[in-house]
């Protein structure tokens, strides 16, 4: 019964195995398979769109729940009368996470399995008939993505399992510890340095990672690991490559405008068909029971996830043109009467057929690069003039006047508050908090975060009161959890601190 129960469950840290080498190497001439795949460019080629197919999935599913809606930035449009999700996205967003919390292990699982597919595209391209230009650009992708996973899997759940290469033995699955951050670091540093030494600094194909997507993450964590020199020099090559800022902070995610000169790389969806690519977070953003009243199709209420908090309206400074582009504070139901529930506007653009919205989903932009430059120099210089020029940039589009004769304390604050708003709702928030706080100043933020939305909440609760738990935020929790599941079926796992 074990074995049977291995076979069918071999989800090691929800890895997919592949099968053993002497059954892959007999192919049923009528199927396709991965024994019969990989063999020329074109097909390598399809594996790494399916790689960026699965991102696509990560963005819609897991992504904006686990970077923004366990923040202090979005919460949920409470539902008295469906309580169905509260065991899953509502304790993502009351900190209510255990080991067998389902959207735990399925943003665990979730990015396993990409991973399982990257390593298996990684390893079964050796022996394809691919050019050698083509081939460096493909491996560059996959790594590229590889480390994007790993880096996000260190984020959210420190230690973790390396495999580089696909399983060919259920067994090898129950063979696997977590390794230290520091050892995962090594394998993403490795395959970082790889991607931006040979990818373009444009790719044939739009979507494709570029060296700037790969100078973007290798910025991301020199900066999470406060090595501001290295991201200093980092962010500097990026302002070599063409980028700039779009002068109208709309035209950034109109999707009429997608891949623009401010977009380093964008998760690509199409909408207005029905060929299975179009975005569908706009759905579960707005809220419930509007019916017609936000987005042109009356028969259908939105998911009332991913709610702008009253705590981040009350941010935006007066007069800044991103607010209205963001976010609505509510909106004019059917009957003519005002409905007091936020919603996240950055996405709500007019689609031809319902449910099939044509936004991509910005993973990064030039932006971002700005404001990361400007935190990096007044880190280790102080608020020098190029990092006031960097900061004013983004205040100056957003109609606000530039700031100056800040010490570096304010400068700080002020280029904090500045990513809070420019990136608002583009799946910062919760690592941006992570990394510039210890466990112990972040339980005591979002502590007194909790005290104000559950005294004053961004949406009503109708006759059903918050309960003790709610927004109580331990400082062992800046990890997740590792899944109950994987822990059960891996005996060598050992849990985080803090969770049974």
Known sequence: MKKIEKLMCILLAGILCACSSDILDKNDPTKLNSGGFYRTET????????????????????????????????????????????????????????????????????????????????????????????????????????????????QYFGDVIVVTEPITNPDQAWDYVRSPISEVNILIDSDL??????????NTKVGYATKGAALMLQGRIFLARKQYVEAIATFRQITQLG???????????????????????????????????????????YPRDSYGAVIPFPGRS??????????????????DLRKAVSLKEGYTSNEGEWVAVPYIN????????????DDNWPLMRYAETLLSLAEAIN??????????GYLNQIRQRAGLQPVSNLTKEEFRRVVFHERRIELAFENHRWL??????????????????????????TTSRGTIPFNEYDFKFD?????????????????????????E
């Open 43 to 154: 097909q390598v080629e399809q594996a790494v769109v399916g790689v960026y197919s699965q991102l696509q999935e990560y963005i819609s599913n897991e992504a904006w729940q686990f970077g923004e809606m366990i923040s202090d930035n979005t919460t949920v449009h409470f539902d008295p009368m469906g309580r169905a999700s509260a065991p899953a996205n509502e304790a993502v967003e009351y900190w209510q996470l255990v080991s067998n919390t389902g959207n735990v292990g399925s943003l665990y699982n979730r990015m396993y399995r990409n991973l399982a597919n990257i390593n298996l595209a990684l390893y079964r391209m050796g022996a394809a008939t691919v050019s050698e230009t083509a081939k460096s650009n493909f491996e560059g992708q996959l790594r590229f993505m590889r480390a994007f996973y790993y880096f996000s899997l260190v």
């Open 193 to 202: 340095k790889f991607a931006v030494e040979v990818l373009p600094a444009k």
């Open 243 to 285: 980028y700039q800022l779009l002068p109208d902070y709309a035209d950034v995610f109109d999707p009429a405008k997608k891949n623009h000169a401010e977009s380093i790389m964008d998760v690509q969806f199409q909408g207005g068909n029905d060929l299975g690519e179009h975005s569908g977070f706009l759905y579960n953003f």
């Open 302 to 319: 939105g998911g009332g996830w991913n709610v702008p908090t009253l705590d981040i309206i009350g941010d935006y400074e007066e007069g």
């Open 346 to 357: 950055k996405y709500n653009h007019p689609h031809t057929i319902e449910g099939r919205p």
């Open 379 to 388: 880190e280790t210089e102080g608020p020098t003039a190029e990092a006031f």
């Open 432 to 457: 941006d908090l992570k990394r510039t706080m210890t466990p112990a100043e972040l339980a005591e933020f979002l502590n007194a975060y909790g005290v104000k939305e559950k005294s004053n909440p």
């Open 475 to 499: 400082s062992f929790e800046a990890y997740l959890p590792i899944p109950l599941r994987e822990t059960r079926l891996n005996k060598n796992l050992r849990q985080n601190e803090g969770y």
